[in-house]
């Protein structure tokens, strides 16, 4: 079965910190470009963070920058969040996608990812409050 | 970065009625619009990517069009099935980054 599965979420003061991992099976994970994606309660989407299939591009929203870190481990078909100094407003949902297509690059062999999620998971949920 | 703005925020049409869901961008989008519906308690579901290609299992009533700043997602029939909010995306490269629309409510009365 095609899934991915996060966990790590919680309460955590505000200023405090968390990692939050997502592990995918039933696909071939080290060929897809990854993401995080949240969603505030009753709210919209919000792009958090890309990670390249081989870790070496890494891309963040302005509103995460400098805070938070994200990383994969394809041993382990896994990705994670490495989240600092977290706010109140850093509360949501926390989803990993992945990229519809596998093994996509540009002209100049930059990897050119479609940036469309056609697998989600279920979300762990990040509330910071104190 | 662009902001994406979707109209109406709340649809309410009959069932066999078409709908039709507006996304525009505040400036010229380089790469590709992608629509999304979540239904209450599901994980979005892609339904069109690079403006108009219907993802997998996407029935045909769900149709994408535009070009530069004004998109549409267009359903031509309605089913009761299709009550969900409908979230419209664009990136650019170089360097990534990523937007959500506000999202459009789609009501069946």
């Known amino acids: 079965q095609v899934q991915l599965v996060e966990s790590g979420g919680g309460l955590v003061r505000p200023g405090g910190s968390l990692r939050l991992s997502c592990a995918a099976s039933?696909?071939?994970?080290?060929?897809?470009?990854m993401s995080w994606i949240r969603q505030a309660p009753g709210k919209g989407l919000e792009w958090v963070s890309s990670?390249?299939?081989?870790?070496?591009?890494?891309n963040y929203a302005d509103s995460v920058k400098g805070r938070f870190t994200i990383s994969r481990d394809n041993a382990k078909k896994s990705i994670y969040l490495q989240m600092n100094s977290l706010r109140a407003d850093d509360t949501a949902v926390y989803h990993c996608?992945?990229?519809?297509?596998?093994?996509?690059?540009?002209?100049?062999?930059?990897?050119?990812?479609?940036?469309?999620?056609?697998?989600w998971g279920q979300g762990t949920m990040v509330t910071v409050a104190s | 970065e662009i902001v994406l703005t979707q109209s109406p925020a709340t649809l309410s049409l009959s069932p066999g009625e078409r709908a039709t869901l507006s996304c525009r961008a505040s400036?010229?989008?380089?790469?590709?619009l992608v629509w999304y519906q979540q239904k209450p308690g599901q994980v979005p579901r892609l339904l069109i990517y690079?403006?108009?290609n219907r993802a997998a299992g996407i029935p045909a009533r769900f149709s994408g069009s535009g070009s530069e700043t004004d998109f549409t997602l267009t359903i031509s029939s309605l089913e009761p099935e299709d009550s969900a909010v409908y979230f419209c995306?664009?990136?650019?490269?170089?360097?990534?980054?990523?937007?959500f629309g506000g999202g459009t409510k789609v009501e069946i009365k």
């Open positions: 996608a992945r990229d519809r297509i596998p093994y996509s690059y540009d002209s100049h062999g930059r990897p050119s990812p479609s940036m469309a999620f056609d697998l």
């Open positions: 039933g696909l071939t994970f080290n060929d897809y470009y």
């Open positions: 990670i390249s299939r081989s870790n070496s591009y890494t």
């Open positions: 400036q010229t989008i380089t790469s590709s």
């Open positions: 690079d403006t108009s």
């Open positions: 995306q664009q990136h650019s490269k170089w360097p990534l980054l990523l937007t």
